[in-house]
Structures are given as structure tokens and as C-alpha cells.
């Protein structure tokens, strides 16, 4: 009697497993898709202002990643643009409950963020790599981003003068109050532009995060379309994340990164409700994407 009672307590259990393999379940400040034959975990973090919900209308290529052995966490920590030490340990210690919680597989993990949400993702990442931390990402992929908050804070103000677009004008003195109140202006408070900054292209290569991403994979898609920025935003090339993103390849690459790229899309930043505009997540292509990971 008692050992068909254990095989049924191990068939509910395995029927229990099967069921949460390949669906999907949701948790505080997170919804997971776990792929029925993972071959690798993509962490994704959320652009400022946006939520879980915005992930899955705007970043189409998470279509079908399931059915391919990609399983996903979309996050929806949001509204940062840097992290303290104290922000990174509490992710850190919620991305290992989330393994543990769901028993994911920790193999074969890549993080990314699209806009301020690579900013985060860039910095999540360089902190598990550089604390050996059990969960340790092979790679990185980060979605046009503002990744150098110096230069982030100068462009801010060009925007404002130019007032080329009352958008750009709003984000713009918003950014700048932001950094203001919270990091101090760059020529005051460089050293804490360093520390809390992803990237600065005026620090030397061993500064910051980027030198704990030299040995994985990492890679930085931009779409510089210059005749829209022009049209809807007057910037130049030098005032688009893009040119943050090449010079932080370029960075990684005089680190002996061999595994780094720089993506530059045409004609795919378009939105899910058809607005043209490069700033996008569709600027990833899911097919390439794939290939990328499974690798």
C-alpha cells in the first residue's frame, strides 16, 4: 500500500512538472516562460517607463523562444538608469529565486535590456561576473541604450536648447534634474559618474563595469538612422546612443573581447503599433538572436 502511494505521489509530481515546463508563470516583479528542452535562459529588463506587458507587445523576437529551448524571465524593475550596490545585490539575490523557486537550469544564461533597460542589464551583468555570484551569464545583449550617463547628461542639454521636439525637450530636463538630484553634474561629480555610470568614454579601460564583460559574449544593437534623428530630433550621429554603443565595443575589443559586436540595424525600428522609430526592441532580429545564444 505504501509503495503505491509513492508511485502515485511521484506521478502528481512529475504531471505537476510537465505542466509548469513550457508554460508560462508569473511571480513578483517577473513572468517566466520555461522552455520544454532549455538549451539557454534570456533575462530581460524593461525600459524606463515600461512593464512586463510592454516587453511582450514591443520585443516581438520572444515569439515562439520556447518552442526553440530559450527560456525567458521578462522583469519589470524599471525607472533606472544606474543601480547602487545595494539595488544590484537585492536583483541578484531575486534572480536566484527565481531559479531556485522554478528549478531553471543555470547554463548557458544571457541578460538584456532595451533603452535604460540595457543601462541596468549592463550593470547586472558585470556584477554576477565580477562577484562569482552562482549565476553567471555567458552573455550580453544590450538594445540601443544610453550606456555613457557623462555624455547622456551633455546630449540632455543640447536637447533642451535645440528644442527641436518638445519630447526630446521634456525627457530632456527631466534627465538632467534626474542626475542632478541623484548622481550631481559630471564636471562636480565625475567620480560618481564612474561608479554609477555603465560605460564612460572618457574613463580609462580598466574603469567601471566594462572591463568584467571581457570574457563574454556581448553585443550592442543600434539603428542610426540619421535622416529621422534629423527630421524628428535634430541629432547628429555623436548624440545617438549608437556612438556610445560603438565606443564601448571598440572598448572591449582593445580589452581582448574577441566574442564582441556592434549590430547596426536599417529599416527594422518599427513599433507594435507601426510607428516608425529606430529607438526600438524590433531592431533585434530573432532568428540571428538565436543563433547567437545557441552557439
Not at 11 to 20: D, E, K, W
Not at 34 to 50: D, G, N, R, S, W
Not at 255 to 284: M, Q, Y
Request: hydrophobic share 40%; aromatic share 10%; charged share 25%.
Amino acid at each position: 500500500m505504501r509503495k503505491r502511494s509513492f508511485l502515485i505521489a511521484l506521478f502528481l509530481i512529475g504531471f505537476a512538472i510537465q505542466n509548469i515546463v513550457g508554460q508560462t508563470v508569473k511571480g513578483s516583479h517577473y513572468e517566466l516562460t520555461i522552455a520544454t528542452e532549455q538549451k539557454a535562459v534570456l533575462i530581460l529588463f524593461p525600459c524606463f517607463p515600461c512593464n512586463i506587458e510592454h516587453t511582450k507587445s514591443e520585443a516581438l523576437f520572444l515569439k515562439n523562444l520556447d518552442k526553440k529551448g530559450i527560456t525567458t524571465i521578462l522583469l519589470d524593475y524599471n525607472q533606472k538608469l544606474f543601480l547602487t550596490e545595494t539595488e544590484k545585490k537585492k536583483y541578484a539575490a531575486a534572480l536566484q529565486k527565481i531559479f531556485t523557486k522554478n528549478k531553471i537550469l543555470k547554463e548557458n544564461i544571457y541578460i538584456g535590456g532595451f533603452s535604460s533597460g540595457g543601462n541596468v542589464a549592463f550593470l547586472m551583468t558585470a556584477f554576477l561576473v565580477k562577484n562569482h555570484h552562482s549565476i553567471q551569464p555567458k552573455g550580453l545583449l544590450v538594445v540601443d541604450s544610453p550606456i555613457d550617463l557623462e555624455k547622456l547628461y551633455h546630449d540632455a542639454q543640447k536637447d533642451i536648447i535645440k528644442n527641436a521636439d518638445p519630447d526630446a525637450v521634456e525627457e530632456g530636463k527631466f534627465l538632467t534634474a534626474l542626475f542632478e538630484k541623484e548622481i550631481g553634474k559630471p564636471d562636480a561629480d565625475y567620480e560618481k559618474y564612474t561608479i554609477f555610470s555603465p560605460y564612460l568614454m572618457s574613463a580609462g579601460l580598466k574603469e567601471g563595469s566594462i572591463q568584467y564583460l571581457k570574457n563574454i559574449k556581448t553585443r550592442w544593437y543600434c539603428e542610426p538612422d540619421l535622416k529621422w534623428q534629423l527630421e524628428n530630433r535634430n541629432r547628429t550621429y555623436e548624440e545617438l546612443n549608437a556612438y556610445m554603443l560603438e565606443k564601448a565595443n571598440e572598448s572591449l575589443l582593445k580589452l581582448g573581447n574577441k566574442n564582441t559586436e556592434l549590430i547596426r540595424t536599417e529599416n527594422r525600428g518599427i513599433r507594435a503599433d507601426g510607428t516608425k522609430n529606430p529607438h526600438s526592441w524590433n531592431i533585434v532580429e530573432p532568428n540571428e538572436l538565436v543563433k547567437w545564444m545557441l552557439n
